[in-house]
Every structure is written in C-alpha cells, then in structure tokens.
C-alpha cells in the first residue's frame, strides 16, 4: 500500500470513541512519519526492557520523551510508576490528546521536550529519576539531538543516565560529539522492527 493509498483508506475508516492504539498510531504516521519514526507501536520486549531499568527514588518523577499511543508509558506504570509521578512529553497534539484520554491520572505534557524545564514544575527539576527517549534521534539534526541531550541534562541529577530506545543496533547518538558515554543495556528481536535500548550519562 503507498502512502497516498493508506492516507485515503485513514479518511474513509468510521472510527469509534475509543479507537485501538495501533489504529491511532497508524494515523498519525501516515499524517507525520518523520516525527513517529515507526510505522508501528513498541511491543512488549521493549516495554520489559524499561522496566527493567528505571529508576525512581521516593522523591522522583519518571519523564518520557515521546508518549506516542502510550506504548512505554504503560510500561513505565506497569513498572511500579505511580501515575502522577509519571509526565509524558508529546508534540503532537492529536496523540497527547489520545493519551491524557487513556491515562487519565499521568501528567501529559502537549509541547517540545527541548523545553522540559519549564514545562515541568520547578520543585522536580534534578528530581527526574529516569528520563526515557522514546524519539527517533538518529533521523534528526545534529542541531536538534544537541538540544535535546542538553535539555534532558538540565532536569536530571547529576550523575544520572537518561534512557533512549532505539531500532539502530549502533548508537544513534553521536556519543563522541555530543559529549556522552553510552552503553547498550539490551535489545529484544521479538518486537518489530528489533529494538534496542541505550542508556547514556555525561562522558
């Protein structure tokens, strides 16, 4: 099916109330493929990937990066997360729309995460335990990666990685450039396409 075939068939589809995550997924990435990097959503090996790894002290919050249709969110409450200590960045408006609907209780934050600390109350800034990346960095800007790592380090604590999942088996960041340290915390070839998750703190 081309693109202009599966925009067509999206118009055409009644769609109910509550329609399915990968539905809304589809719509957007037809609307938007760049910024959703994937024509489907995180399975479940990611999401245990991410739970596997997070890290939320009694006084933190968990940040995402790219709510998307909530794929990684659930993971991040399935992990233990409580929902109001959980806030999800998402530029498009359509799916933060989508998710504050699924997730009622979690803080979704509608804007670009390039400016996290001022969307985030000011008492959680260095109180971000984990912050996970849920963008696809290894298509944009050099420019834009720059400022994304740089906001990610204004928020967390000192010391701390962030999180960023990817479906590039090499790092997609520029670690060298960027002035960062990764390591590859894992990768599940069950979900499609395989994906890998990386965690990276200041070199």
């Known amino acids: 099916m081309t693109r202009s075939e599966l925009t067509t068939a999206i118009k055409k589809r009644k769609v109910g109330k509550k329609p399915p995550a990968a539905w809304i997924f589809l719509q957007r990435w037809a609307a938007n493929p760049v910024t959703m990097g994937s024509v489907c959503p995180s399975g479940p090996g ?46 498009d408006s359509k799916l933060a729309g989508y998710l504050r609907g699924i997730y009622p209780r979690v803080n979704v934050l509608h804007g670009d995460c390039r400016h996290i600390d001022r969307m985030l109350p ?23 990666q720059a400022e994304i790592v740089d906001a990610i380090f204004r928020v967390i604590p000192e010391g701390r990685r962030f999180l960023l999942f990817t479906y590039s088996f090499t790092s997609p960041l520029d670690m060298k450039a960027l002035g960062l340290k990764g390591t590859r915390l894992g990768w599940t070839p069950v979900n499609f396409p395989p994906a890998y998750l990386w965690g990276y703190s200041r070199a």
């Open 46 to 91: 990611l999401q245990k990937l991410v739970r596997e790894n997070l890290i939320c002290g009694a006084d933190e919050v968990v940040v995402e990066f790219g709510g998307g249709t909530g794929a990684l969110t659930k993971a991040i409450l399935d992990g233990g997360i409580p929902d109001e200590r959980v806030y999800t960045v998402e530029i």
């Open 122 to 144: 000011t008492n959680l800034i260095g109180k971000v335990g984990t912050l996970l990346v849920g963008l696809p960095m290894v298509i944009l800007p050099k420019r834009m």
